[in-house]
């Protein structure tokens, strides 16, 4: 898996899988992650330092890239005390993790079967619209089975630092920018989604990590300013139109 079949995440045999999550689990045990804060608050306010830069411009800011250089940063720095500075870097190196949901899409069909994505392709649409329904029409009661980090022994060793950096982080980003458009008076300005709908959250394929369904653009958002009119009361303002 990922050309790492000697990596944890690859091992077929359980035995030793166990064993070699067990090396680096107190790593990102609760109390250790603890210990991870301040890494995380020093990101936050560089990626706040960002947003606030890309507050009066109408530029849409890719909400995927954005999280992905946040989180990148912070486990690089914890895990080998060195940051690659993505938050700093223009476009937040939205090249890099495009390369990186490549290997996302070609992991399965490149190693573990060459050969089947050929045959796939040839399926006829009709059966494959068929198999599409009759799948969506039996799919109730399925929530019960969602484990974002897996459980048990194959649990993703890195779930602690994972809803350590996502609440902060949304405490940060929606504390600041998460008031709504025009009422409430508070908030300079507030995020909008741009060209964004449902589909680009929802997971549409598998790619060893859900992924949206094809030619998503992720989720992606603006800025919308609340501009006090002389005479009192509010005005909103989209920065596209400024």
Not at 21 to 45: M, T, Y
Not at 70 to 90: A, P, R, V, W
Request: charged share 20%.
């Amino acid at each position: 898996m990922f050309g790492q079949s000697e990596g944890s995440l690859g091992t077929v045999d359980h035995d030793l899988h166990r064993m070699r999550p067990a090396a680096i689990s107190s790593f990102f045990s609760k109390s250790n992650v603890r210990k991870l804060e301040p890494i995380i608050h020093s990101n936050i306010s560089k990626l706040m330092g960002r947003m606030y830069e890309l507050e009066f411009t109408s530029q849409p800011i890719n909400l995927n890239v954005v999280y992905s250089a946040f989180t990148s940063d912070i486990i690089m720095e914890y895990g080998f005390g060195e940051s690659q500075h993505y938050l700093e870097k223009d476009g937040f190196n939205a090249d890099f993790f495009g390369m990186m949901d490549l290997m996302h899409h070609l992991r399965a069909a490149a190693k573990q079967f060459g050969w089947l994505l050929p045959v796939m392709l040839s399926i006829p649409e009709f059966i494959t619209t068929r198999i599409d329904k009759g799948m969506a029409a039996n799919n109730k009661g399925l929530g019960r089975y969602l484990v974002t980090f897996s459980k048990g022994s194959r649990q993703c060793v890195g779930i602690n630092p994972a809803y350590n950096e996502l609440f902060l982080r949304l405490n940060a980003v929606f504390g600041r920018f998460g008031g709504v458009a025009g009422v409430d008076s508070t908030a300079a300005a507030t995020l909008s989604l741009f060209k964004t709908t449902r589909a680009d959250m929802e997971s549409d394929r598998d790619l060893f990590v859900p992924g949206p369904k094809k030619g998503s653009k992720g989720v992606r958002v603006v800025f919308s300013l609340q501009r006090r009119k002389k005479g009192g009361g509010d005005s909103l303002c989209n920065l596209s139109q400024l």
